[in-house]
């Protein structure tokens, strides 16, 4: 089936998209941005959905994961050209503590000197919430 449906995608004088695409416009239409250049490239810049506090609960996570994975899924074809992201950084702190279901406090691996709290890790399956000496002043996805 063709589509029928052209979005021009905006972009400003950077080269960065003003009117991102959402889910709907793959879907039914045709994607298309205007340029001049010879060359182009996408960067998407994600970034979890997570209130920042000394106390994280490893649900936020989990969530953010998960709504990230899903809206890969959705991108069809685009989905290869996307990673896979698995964990959580946390900026702005320089440890962090898993709280297990048990009480036990695990301290979080470090990555880029920042903590990293990924579900799956299997010291951290048990982890109920995420414990910071300080509150992170940014949170990203990893790898």
Same mark, same amino acid.
């Given at each position: +089936? *063709?589509?029928?449906?052209?979005? %021009?995608? #905006?972009?400003? !004088? *950077?080269? *960065?998209?003003?009117?991102?695409?959402?889910?709907? +416009?793959?879907?039914?239409?045709?994607?298309?941005? *205007?340029? !001049?250049?010879?060359?182009?490239?996408?960067?998407?810049?994600?970034? %979890?959905?997570?209130?920042?506090?000394?106390?994280? $609960?490893?649900?936020?996570?989990?969530?953010?994961?998960?709504?990230?994975?899903?809206?890969?899924?959705?991108?069809? &074809?685009?989905?290869?050209?996307? &990673?896979?992201?698995?964990?959580?950084?946390? #900026?702005?702190? !320089?440890?962090?503590?898993?709280?297990?279901?048990?009480?036990?406090?695990?301290?979080? $691996?470090? #990555?880029?000197?920042? &903590?990293?709290? @990924? $579900?799956?890790? %299997?010291?951290?399956?048990?982890?109920?919430?995420? #414990?910071?000496?300080?509150? %992170?002043?940014?949170?990203?996805?990893? @790898?």
């Amino acid at each position: +089936m *063709q589509a029928t449906t052209r979005t %021009p995608i #905006e972009l400003n !004088s *950077q080269g *960065q998209v003003l009117n991102l695409p959402d889910v709907n +416009m793959f879907k039914n239409g045709v994607i298309e941005i *205007q340029a !001049s250049l010879n060359q182009g490239s996408v960067k998407l810049s994600l970034k %979890p959905t997570i209130a920042l506090a000394k106390s994280i $609960p490893v649900q936020a996570v989990n969530n953010s994961l998960t709504d990230y994975a899903a809206a890969v899924s959705r991108m069809g &074809p685009a989905s290869f050209m996307i &990673p896979k992201l698995k964990g959580v950084s946390f #900026e702005g702190v !320089s440890t962090g503590r898993a709280i297990l279901a048990d009480g036990r406090k695990v301290s979080l $691996p470090l #990555e880029a000197k920042k &903590p990293v709290f @990924r $579900p799956a890790h %299997p010291n951290l399956k048990s982890a109920t919430h995420l #414990e910071f000496d300080v509150v %992170p002043t940014d949170v990203g996805f990893t @790898r």
